[in-house]
């Protein structure tokens, strides 16, 4: 598992959005079928955004970009992050 | 059809609506008089669409277009469209704040500084009213619950395009239920809402669409709502070919409402909900538009539709 990943997993658990176990959850499950919702998905991109003090340019401003750990960590790599969260 | 190929934009259109008595300006944007004819073209169109869903069993529910502020408040409008929310204030002072508003008046100052948040919120969707009254009943009947709402509603977005007034009428039927049930019926409605189109006269195409949410996180929830064609629009030219106007709209909210309101299906899960909405000025607009403004000359296949 990678550093980022936990990272993001940190401010899913955090968030207290998802209604299933985030222990269990796999990098690659879908977030919105363990519960996340549309609103919930614009917080998580927001958290996302000050914990990793980047902003998400509009083209990643998409379902498919929060859709799993997996799909985040991409998105954030995407973004060049290389600092570790504060 | 001349009208079609040689549209003249809001602005033209709106001073020929003027011109000819159809709408009555009061000096804002977005906020006019309605003539006779207009009105009778509303009416009109209102009882087309009861005609169509007579037997899908809705419970009518009017309302004035007035919203309980706490409802407002629950529904996380303010979250979505903060920019376009209406709310009603209104003097709370006593004698001397009374003096000191005639003062500001008098003098062209800004009087609304004692101006207080009132109970009400003008309605923004003709649903909204719904969802509380119904969760305040418990569980929903098996088979769901269909609501047939009308109501005048407000949206602050002053426009000189006679088709996005501030303050309209909406049509609605909304359906509560398992999701199967609300997707079910909001197919239902398109076809409905493409027949009623063909039958108007009038050329529409359907696409998907999204509500205009507010600022970087309404981008985003409109790229979502768009990912899940949650959102159907019927589009009637009204001002623009190249850009028509939404007439119709279908709606399915998923479990957003049931959440917020924990509305619960006979068998216990959380409700789902979608909407069918007419916008009733805009359908006039587009009928003036396609037909002219004399009634009497109307295609008759029309006027045997909206008049019998």
Redesign the interface.
């Given at each position: 598992m990678s550093s980022l990943s936990n990272q993001v997993r940190e401010i899913l658990a955090q968030g207290q959005w998802l209604k299933r176990d985030l222990e269990t959850l796999r990098d690659d499950a879908d977030l919105y079928d363990a519960g996340l919702s549309s609103h919930d998905s614009v917080n998580l991109m927001l958290a996302l955004e000050e914990a990793f003090d980047v902003e998400f340019p509009d083209a990643l401003l998409k379902r498919r970009t929060f859709e799993s750990i997996q799909a985040i960590s991409s998105a954030l790599s995407q973004l060049k992050i290389d600092a570790p969260v504060p | 059809m001349q009208a079609t190929e040689t549209m003249a934009g809001p602005e033209h259109y709106l001073s020929e609506l003027v011109r000819a008595g159809l709408l009555i300006p009061v000096g804002v944007d977005g906020l006019y008089g309605r003539s006779g004819d207009f009105e009778d073209v509303i009416e009109a169109f209102n009882n087309v669409i009861t005609r169509l869903g007579r037997d899908d069993g809705a419970e009518v529910m009017r309302f004035p277009p007035g919203l309980n502020r706490l409802h407002f408040e629950q529904s996380?409008y303010l979250?979505s469209f903060p920019q376009l929310a209406g709310t009603v204030h209104s003097f709370m002072g006593g004698e001397c704040e009374h003096h000191e508003l005639l003062r500001q008046l008098a003098e062209g100052e800004d009087w609304t500084g004692e101006q207080k948040p009132t109970d009400i919120v003008i309605t923004p969707a003709a649903c909204y009213p719904i969802y509380p009254v119904l969760a305040a009943r418990g569980a929903l009947p098996s088979g769901g619950k269909l609501v047939d709402v009308y109501s005048y509603c407000f949206r602050h977005e002053p426009s000189k395009d006679p088709a996005r007034m501030q303050l309209f009428r909406m049509r609605e039927h909304v359906r509560i239920g398992s999701p199967e049930e609300v997707v079910a019926f909001r197919e239902t409605w398109l076809e409905r809402g493409r027949m009623l189109a063909t039958e108007l006269g009038v050329p529409f195409e359907v696409d998907v669409a999204n509500d205009p949410f507010f600022g970087?996180?309404g981008?985003?929830?409109a790229?979502?709502?768009r990912?899940?064609n949650l959102k159907f629009e019927l589009l009637i030219p009204i001002t623009s070919k190249e850009r028509p106007t939404a007439c119709m709209s279908f709606n399915y909210h998923?479990d957003?409402f049931g959440?917020i309101w924990h509305m619960q299906t006979a068998a216990g899960t959380v409700a789902h909900t979608a909407c069918v909405g007419f916008g009733m000025e805009r359908v006039a607009l587009a009928l003036f538009r396609h037909h002219g403004f004399d009634l009497k000359a109307w295609p008759e296949s029309v006027r045997k539709l909206l008049w019998g």
């Open positions: - | 996380e979250k970087r996180a981008r985003m929830l790229a979502n709502q990912d899940q998923q957003h959440e």
